[in-house]
């Protein structure tokens, strides 16, 4: 014997555009989707982006932040060897 799961345990309305309904609608179909799957895809999809960009920022602040470690090191090097020389 097999359960069905109701998935939309509750539901709620959101006002949009009858354009943007209808295009939802229209790329859901295309996808062989319900439009609430589709949200939840592009919601999911936004996140990752987001969280993507983050990372990439990090990395490059990371890797910024190497070159001035790397530079303060060298630095550091030239004025402690003119201290022994002078």
Do not use: W
Request: hydrophobic content about 50%; charged content about 25%.
């Amino acid at each position: 014997m097999s359960a069905i799961v109701n998935t939309m345990a509750s539901t709620t309305t959101i006002a949009i555009a009858p354009a943007t309904r209808d295009a939802l609608r229209g790329l859901a179909a295309e996808r062989g989707d319900t439009m609430d799957s589709l949200i939840v895809r592009l919601l999911r999809d936004e996140r990752a982006r987001r969280m993507g960009a983050a990372l990439a920022n990090r990395r490059a602040q990371m890797a910024a932040d190497e070159v001035a470690i790397e530079r303060a090191l060298i630095a550091g090097s030239a004025t402690a060897v003119a201290h022994e020389i002078g």
